[in-house]
């Protein structure tokens, strides 16, 4: 039997925050994340998810959520955004904002956060980039705020760095 030791974790506590206390950045971040949630396809949901990257050079690029009646199809707006920067060749993102709505509730007053498979791949870019980065999470009215990183949200991850690749030709 394992000992309580080798198993027990600190407590993560998400940090929120006032808009008002974000940085300019970082509140232009939400806000491209924001300004694509209308273009979610989401027949079958309804949620309206939102993601914008920023890079080091300081692009931004923003997408939604695109569903598919085969669940396992569907492509999460964190993916889909990073997935706009690496294909325009900017894969040094620093930060990422997600915000999210439904249209199952009259207001949400909890953030949107990414999914497992998307802490995977920013986790992923986090070691193409070389830093921890930053991740926002904001309801659409910016009503709730949360600032983190992807190493609080993915603790005990896996990637290059755990398997000693050298990945900096793709940074």
């Known amino acids: 039997m394992l000992s309580n030791s080798l198993v027990s974790r600190e407590s993560f506590v998400m940090k929120t925050v006032a808009i008002e206390n974000l940085t300019q950045k970082q509140d232009e971040l939400v806000d491209a994340a924001i300004a694509v949630l209308e273009t979610a396809y989401n027949p079958y949901s309804r949620y309206f998810v939102g993601a914008a990257v920023l890079t080091r050079s300081g692009a931004v690029f923003s997408a939604s959520n695109v569903e598919n009646a085969g ?99 793709y940074s």
């Open 71 to 169: 669940y396992g199809s569907t492509i999460c707006a964190e993916r889909m955004a990073i997935g706009k920067a690496n294909s325009s060749g900017a894969r040094d993102i620093i930060a990422i904002a997600v915000t999210g709505r439904s249209d199952n509730f009259e207001k949400s007053e909890i953030t949107a956060g990414p999914c497992g498979s998307c802490r995977q791949v920013i986790y992923e870019f986090s070691q193409v980039s070389g830093c921890d980065i930053e991740v926002i999470l904001a309801t659409a009215d910016k009503a709730n705020v949360a600032v983190t990183t992807i190493e609080e949200l993915l603790p005990y991850a896996f990637g290059p760095k755990q398997l000693q690749m050298n990945i900096s030709k």
